[in-house]
């Protein structure tokens, strides 16, 4: 059951093989056997989870089942979720607890999903690795002593270790696809506004992307089919007819257009890494599809520009949380302005602080000019390199990451190293542009390597596709990591 | 050594939706704390901001108002402060492009039309309400306000004298309700100014110093506080001082203005575009929907009031004080004919506006309907009663008394118009009471006036006064 596919999980269910109440149980059995380990959970709610998936049985019963009804999901702790504890992987909202359902959790609930839990992260989503969380840094199953990278790590790692069939997490510079590339799992990142930003607590505003991880892109295009939808609640959210995703599966590759941009194989590249998206890109040429070279000529200036614009979107997102109406508050307040700098100072963490006071800065007056609006010229580049590359290509291949899992604590002194982390995975936020990490491969240490693809705006099915299809070839995505069993 | 006045006015008009800028919490004034704030309005972690269609309407109708432009693709954008009222550590406003630039407005004062130009009108969200009276070493936040829809209204620093500033805040207040945006209830809060005063010598061109006066919510205050801040500004100029680019307070009790910060303790707002919102993208089919959808406005009024009915500026003005009052006027006129239209005018202006005033009430609750009152020129018009019998007449329909004939008809009001009656009671006039008749031929004038009033005693006030004269004169020059 731990290792099924959420296709087999909902046939299983079908099928009375076992109810929803036994899969739940057992997912949070392999929660309690490993998370202490793992730290992948901020919030298990047993009892919560159970009703609902008494209430999935009872639907299924009834013959009213959707594809995922009954089924497990885990949600990153960045969705607000009624009656449950959000946090948002920090001590300020360390006794939040919500009084309403994000969007995306109305859709799951809608669909009959059962919320398995809360998954740990960086806080409020600032972070590579997963180890800014107040509730303590993940581990990554592969190896503990290594990060399963972030901010999504809690649900890269959950899925990993098979403690959830399927899980969510949201994406601003990289955070869906570099967890799963580090963690061995996959994800994906959808275009910007296809999913509701309503209830997931805001790092950066026009960045932000909720996205699906899962064990393959089979999965990924059902848990998307669910996640995806106009809400007008979401001024970003984008209305558009609603579309299957599992659609174009099967379709085969021949005459597919892989783009690679040589700006991704250049210096910073683990070689060990280089060498698995090389043997990825020769796999995807033998199933037919076509290699070629593009140019992405302003790619060296992606994380210059996110790391101007995120923070600035950051410093005002967070100013709400001020101690005044919810959250923690610092204790003792000599007045106001004091309130305010100690519930400040003490409910973020150092990484938080750092770019709210980033953010402040490049927002300030004079400085404006100089950088927030140079940043947002550099994005308009970024995203016409890629109208331009898609002009060739049909999707764009490279490496998730420069590197693979590393170790925790290595990078968290030197956070210029940390944000380089993000170098492949922040032009595709910058763009609004959907992609995908699927594993390809072993690296260093044994430890997974993520393959990261690019579509065009809404082109979620054809990236779909091409996972699927190279998934149906390898088995990257199947292999488990050992120790944990 | 003169000096001139230079004032400019930021209006905050308080926009009447049912619900908030980018909420759907209702905007009623008066519910207990708290009870309309919202996830939205409160902050919640996750939420996010709707812009209010309704709110962005009446943005356009007043920039088609005011002969502005109407930016097809404006910008909302975020102000950063902290404060325990403001839930979101940031008031969303606009900044760069807002909906509305430029346009007039023109006002009337003594000395005649005046043409001021609006700099711009932008959309914005109102702020919650802190409360320190209430609590002992606390304060109380209530978020019923926060996220209410304004528009701020800018004018260029074109006023030159309190008086000005008055005359535009008034014209401003009857064009907004009159086009329907905001209700226009100062006590509430949903038209209130803040007045940029500065004074120069007379024929400088740069301009002078100023200071911004907050939260003005009535039109006298308005006066007072520019004319206590010009006597203050000159004082310390002509004692060789200079003025501090400052925020004031204007204290009503003790008729003053007073420091509230200067610009070096200035925030800096970090304004940038909020990325939870969109552009604002006005449609050419949107934009001439709300064309069509306008009033005729007070300006237009007034010209064709004069142009075609012949009015004073002065009358003109008077009634277009409100589309209730104008719209009350040209509908009793459609009863009449146009030569009625000063009689008309001066009943409006005067008489019922007096009772308006006096019963509290606007004309939607008047007891008496356009073609009612129509009927009541009408009697005055033909003779049947004077106006002096009128205005009792008027009162009785408002009370539900019936139509003006009834009341004429019950209370035997009708003017007695036969000449032959009225002669006659001249005649006994004239014959009881020689002397003044003697003073008259004497050249004492006021003679007449009471021989004039000596026949209304007799016919109880009845005879028509135009033929008493003409009667007595008549007789009185044999």
């Known amino acids: ?485 | 050594m003169s000096w001139e006045i230079v004032i400019g006015l930021e209006t905050h008009a308080q926009l009447s939706t049912a619900s908030k800028m980018f909420s759907g919490s209702s905007t009623a004034f008066g519910a207990a704390p708290n009870t309309q704030a919202s996830a939205v309005d409160i902050a919640l972690p996750g939420v996010l901001p709707v812009a209010n269609r309704g709110a962005v309407e009446r943005a356009i109708r007043f920039g088609l108002a005011v002969g502005g432009t109407i930016n097809r693709r404006s910008v909302f954008a975020r102000k950063n402060y902290f404060y325990p009222d403001l839930p979101k550590g940031y008031q969303i406003s606009q900044y760069e492009l807002p909906i509305v630039q430029g346009g007039t407005i023109s006002i009337l004062t003594k000395a005649g039309e005046k043409s001021v130009s609006l700099t711009r009108a932008h959309l914005e969200e109102d702020a919650g309400k802190s409360l320190h009276e209430d609590f002992q070493g606390m304060s109380g936040i209530d978020l019923n306000r926060a996220g209410t829809p304004l528009l701020e209204i800018v004018s260029e620093p074109e006023m030159r004298s309190a008086e000005e500033a008055v005359a535009y805040a008034k014209t401003l207040h009857s064009l907004v309700r009159w086009i329907g945006i905001c209700d226009g209830n100062m006590q509430e809060g949903s038209f209130r100014c803040d007045a940029n005063v500065s004074v120069r010598r007379a024929g400088d061109t740069k301009l002078g110093t100023r200071a911004e006066i907050k939260n003005l919510n009535s039109f006298r205050f308005l006066e007072k506080a520019i004319e206590f801040e010009v006597k203050r500004q000159i004082e310390i100029l002509e004692n060789g001082g200079k003025i501090v680019q400052e925020t004031r307070l204007y204290d009503a009790e003790r008729d003053e203005t007073r420091s509230m910060r200067t610009k070096e303790d200035a925030q800096d707002y970090r304004y940038f575009p909020d990325p939870d919102l969109l552009p604002l993208e006005v449609s050419e089919d949107w934009l001439e929907r709300a064309r069509k959808a306008m009033p005729e406005l007070p300006q237009t009024k007034r010209d064709r009031y004069q142009r075609e009915l012949g009015l004073s500026a002065y009358d003109a003005n008077l009634l277009t004080e409100s589309l209730d009052k104008a719209s009350y006027f040209e509908n009793t006129l459609e009863f009449l004919d146009a030569t009625s239209a000063k009689t008309v005018a001066n009943w409006v202006n005067g008489e019922i506006s007096a009772l308006l005033n006096e019963r509290g009430v606007e004309f939607p609750q008047l007891l008496v309907p356009p073609k009612a009152f129509a009927e009541l020129v009408a009697r005055i018009r033909d003779g049947t009663i004077s106006a002096n019998t009128a205005k009792g007449v008027l009162h009785g329909m408002a009370d539900g008394e019936g139509t003006a004939d009834q009341i004429i008809e019950k209370r035997g009001l009708k003017q007695l118009s036969d000449s032959g009656a009225i002669e006659k009671i001249v005649d006994d006039v004239l014959a009881a009471n020689a002397r003044q008749v003697e003073d008259y031929r004497a050249g004492k004038d006021k003679a007449f006036n009471s021989l004039v009033g000596q026949v209304m005693k007799a016919t109880k006030g009845k005879a028509n006064p135009g033929q008493v004269n003409d009667i007595l004169r008549r007789k009185l020059a044999r």
């Open chain 1, 1 to 485: 059951m731990l290792d099924a596919s959420l296709k087999e999980l909902a046939a299983g269910l079908a099928h009375r093989k076992f109810s929803s109440v036994e899969l739940t149980k057992a997912f949070l059995a392999r929660i309690e056997a490993l998370n202490g380990k793992l730290n992948a959970f901020i919030t298990i709610d047993s009892d919560k989870s159970l009703a609902q998936a008494r209430a999935a049985d009872a639907l299924i019963a009834k013959g009213a089942g959707q594809p995922l009804t009954g089924i497990p999901v885990a949600h990153k702790d960045i969705f607000v979720a009624r009656d449950w504890l959000t946090t948002c992987g920090s001590k300020i909202l360390s006794n939040f607890v919500s009084p309403y359902d994000a969007h995306l959790i109305e859709r799951f609930n809608a669909a009959g999903a059962v919320l398995l839990g809360k998954t740990n992260m960086d806080e409020f989503a600032m972070g590579s690795s997963s180890e800014s969380s107040f509730y303590g840094p993940v581990k990554n199953p592969w190896d503990a002593g290594c990060v399963p990278g972030g901010s999504s790590g809690g649900s890269a790692a959950a899925i990993a270790a098979r403690m959830a069939p399927a899980a969510t997490g949201t994406d601003t510079g990289g955070s869906i696809r570099q967890p799963a590339a580090l963690s061995g799992v996959s994800g994906l990142k959808p275009t910007y506004g296809l999913v509701s930003r309503y209830g997931m607590i805001a790092f950066a505003s026009s960045l932000d992307q909720a996205g699906p991880l899962a064990k393959s892109a089979e999965d990924l295009a059902l848990l998307l089919n669910v996640m995806a939808g106009f809400d007008a609640r979401d001024s970003t959210s984008i209305e558009r007819k609603p579309e299957d995703y599992s659609r174009e599966l099967a379709k085969p590759l021949a005459g597919l257009r892989v783009g690679v941009p040589k700006e991704h194989f250049g210096e910073g590249l683990a070689p060990d890494v280089g060498k698995a998206v090389e043997t990825a890109l020769a796999q995807l040429e033998k199933l037919g599809a076509k290699r070629v070279p593009i140019e992405l000529p302003n790619s060296h200036l992606s994380v210059p520009a996110y790391y101007v614009i995120a923070p600035a979107e950051a410093s005002s997102n967070l100013s709400r949380f001020d101690g005044a109406r919810y959250g923690y508050r610092a204790k003792d307040y000599k007045d106001l302005a004091d309130m305010y700098r100690r519930t400040r100072a003490e409910g973020f963490g150092a990484e938080v602080r750092r770019r709210i006071l980033i953010g402040t800065y490049v927002l300030s007056h004079g400085y404006y000019d100089a950088y927030y609006l140079k940043a947002q010229k550099i994005r308009r580049l970024i995203a016409n390199d890629f109208t331009g590359a898609f002009k060739r290509c049909d999707v764009v291949v490279g490496p998730t990451s420069p590197t693979v899992a590393f170790k925790i604590g290595a990078k968290t002194s030197d956070p210029v190293q940390m944000y380089l982390n993000d170098i492949y995975t922040i032009p595709a936020n910058l763009a609004g542009l959907p992609a995908a990490s699927v594993p390809c491969g072993f690296g260093a240490g044994g430890l997974p390597v993520g393959l990261h693809l690019v579509g065009n705006y809404f082109a979620e099915a054809r990236l779909l596709n091409v996972a699927h299809q190279y998934q149906r070839e390898t088995d990257w995505h199947a292999r488990q990591p050992a120790g944990i069993q």
